[in-house]
């Protein structure tokens, strides 16, 4: 089945440690892709997104992600996280006639 | 980028009842998406809703159990009809956002008991 997935369904991390949550999907052909966050109650943000382009996407607050076409993955990275990353981070994908599909998620949570 | 005002953030109901949740958005979108967020899972696309023309549903859903209103452009209903505790999540309303992407609203925690 087409599918998105995020392998790491929770991370812990101290401050000023290096990030890369794993996002593949299943879609063949032409997808758009995202990374959301949502942190402890609020709604779900947009990080960052690719369309076409260069693959190395820059977004908020530090984070990058990167789309290898050749492995169907878009990994978030973020070199030196915080505390205030701690949050739910949710990669989604985008097929035609504007579906967007989620993966269940990674908890991020950062020690001070 | 749209910001989407969602309400009510959360509610209690008796199994049976019906809920219905409002989104407005503070521009005009074509698209509307409504999502469930069941507990310890991801989203899932309940439906798609455009102005003028009855919601397309994904499969599993249903307009009886989720009707679903797009009386304009900036503003949508969704229903949770008869509702059982299996009812019981995370509902999202969303607006396609261009070349932003998506936005969300704040999400509407349903407890059916």
């Known amino acids: 089945a087409q599918s998105v997935s995020q392998h790491n369904h929770h991370v812990i991390l101290s401050e000023a440690a290096s990030l890369e949550l794993g996002c593949n999907y299943s879609y063949g052909g032409t997808v758009n892709l995202f990374w959301y966050v949502q942190y402890p109650g609020q709604h779900l943000q947009l990080l960052l997104k690719?369309?076409?382009?260069?693959?190395l996407v820059k977004g908020i607050k530090g984070f990058e992600a990167e789309f290898i076409k050749s492995k169907f993955s878009f990994n978030l990275r973020k070199p030196s996280v915080q505390w205030s990353d701690t949050a739910e981070y949710f990669c989604a994908v985008e097929r035609s006639a504007r579906q967007l599909t989620f993966g269940s998620g990674t908890q991020l949570t950062v020690l001070p | 980028s749209a910001v989407i005002s969602q309400k009510p953030s959360r509610d209690i109901c008796q199994r049976g009842t019906s809920l219905t949740i409002q989104c407005q958005v503070d521009s005009q979108v074509t698209m509307m998406f409504w999502y469930r967020q069941q507990p310890g899972q991801s989203l899932t696309l309940i439906a798609t809703?455009?102005?003028?023309?009855?919601?397309?549903?994904e499969s599993g859903f249903v307009i009886d159990k989720f009707p679903i209103s797009r009386p304009n452009l900036t503003f949508s209903t969704l229903t949770v009809s008869n509702m059982s505790p299996e009812d019981s999540s995370i509902y999202l309303c969303s607006a396609e956002g261009g070349s932003y992407g998506y936005t969300f609203g704040s999400g509407t925690r349903l407890t059916v008991v």
């Open positions: 690719y369309f076409s382009g260069d693959p």
């Open positions: 809703a455009n102005q003028g023309s009855e919601a397309t549903y």
